[in-house]
């Protein structure tokens, strides 16, 4: 079945570093998306990509989607404590149906 | 004020009890979801609805069970065939297809 992995499982950086975060699937997307997860909330849905190569910012976070359709990345600038949390890609596949990756676990030193 | 609610946000059970946790949406939502969160773990999915008095089982259904009578409600039963019910369990509602809203979730302890 499809499985969609999402590499670091977990990312430790110094306030106002970089973060990337990386999905692969096995199988071709017809969509991807992205959710963020406080520490002891609930995820919540960030962005949505569509179409191949496509490109989409929102403040200081970055979302691409790959022109194969099988992977997406998630950049976040200059890191800030409010950053903090698990991000998750979630890829529908040919089954119509929302597959989450394992997601990656992000900390901030101040 | 629309959204998802779960409840109780704490739940406390003996093992070999069923204990059915509660989820309502005011989306209008014809698809409803149930995830189950382990420590530092990813969601894994356990049942889905795409529309009332259908359900699919999701990854590990195993010792799980759903109803769905109506559109805005999909309670969930952990039962004691559930080998390792201790989590936290989240459900969801969307349009098929389309951007997941979650509910604050459901802290499951059984000892």
């Known amino acids: 079945g499809q499985q969609v992995m999402q590499i670091p499982q977990y990312q430790h950086v110094q306030e106002g570093e970089d973060f990337t975060t990386y999905c692969n699937s096995s199988t071709t997307l017809s969509n991807i998306q992205w959710y963020k997860q406080r520490p002891g909330g609930h995820p919540v849905f960030l962005i949505q990509?569509?179409?191949?190569?496509e490109v989409k910012k929102q403040k200081r976070l970055t979302f691409q989607f790959g022109e194969a359709k099988k992977n997406s990345s998630l950049h976040i600038t200059a890191t800030q404590t409010t950053d903090v949390g698990t991000y998750f890609c979630a890829g529908i596949g040919g089954a119509q149906k929302l597959v989450f990756g394992q997601g990656t676990r992000l900390t901030i030193n101040p | 004020d629309g959204g998802i609610t779960q409840s109780p946000k704490y739940l406390f059970r003996k093992e070999g009890q069923n204990v059915t946790l509660s989820c309502e949406q005011n989306l209008n939502h014809d698809a409803m979801y149930w995830y189950r969160q382990d420590p530092g773990q990813g969601l894994r999915l356990i049942y889905y609805?795409?529309?009332?008095?259908?359900?699919q089982k999701g990854d590990i259904a195993e010792g799980y069970s759903v109803s769905r009578e109506k559109k805005e409600s999909f309670p969930l039963t952990v039962t004691s065939a559930q080998k390792n019910p201790t989590a936290f369990y989240l459900c969801?509602?969307?349009?098929?297809?389309?951007?997941?809203?979650f509910g604050p979730g459901t802290r499951l302890t059984v000892t």
């Open positions: 609805s795409q529309i009332v008095n259908d359900f």
């Open positions: 969801a509602s969307s349009i098929w297809g389309y951007e997941q809203y």
């Open positions: 990509l569509v179409k191949s190569g």
